[in-house]
């Protein structure tokens, strides 16, 4: 399982999905993996296995690494901020 690579244990990710919508997770793994154990079924939410299409690491790059509960915050606050700007589905991981 490869980990992000840095002394921080978290980062924040963001795909796009078919019906047009955003998952906003965070993970400890590399983003491109865990986007792939999503859309195997393995540990996956399902709307990123059935829908997601591809992540957009414009959205989330530049504010990784982070610690976990930063990534917990951000996670929240660019769900919000997708809603407030009119995005029709936003989902977020689960607040583990």
Request: aromatic content about 8%; proline content about 7%; some cysteine.
């Given at each position: 399982m490869p980990a992000i690579?840095?002394?921080?244990?978290?980062?924040?990710?963001?795909?796009?999905?078919?019906?047009?919508?955003?998952?906003?997770?965070?993970?400890?793994?590399?983003?491109?993996w865990r986007f792939d154990q999503h859309k195997s079924g393995n540990k996956a939410n399902g709307a990123v296995r059935q829908f997601g299409v591809q992540l957009l690491p414009d959205l989330f790059e530049h504010l990784n690494p982070l610690q976990r509960w930063e990534s917990l915050e951000i996670e929240a606050a660019l769900a919000d901020a997708f809603k407030d700007i009119g995005v029709d589905w936003v989902e977020r991981g689960p607040l583990t």
């Open positions: 690579p840095s002394t921080s244990s978290c980062c924040t990710t963001a795909a796009f999905s078919e019906c047009r919508g955003l998952y906003v997770g965070q993970t400890s793994r590399d983003p491109d």
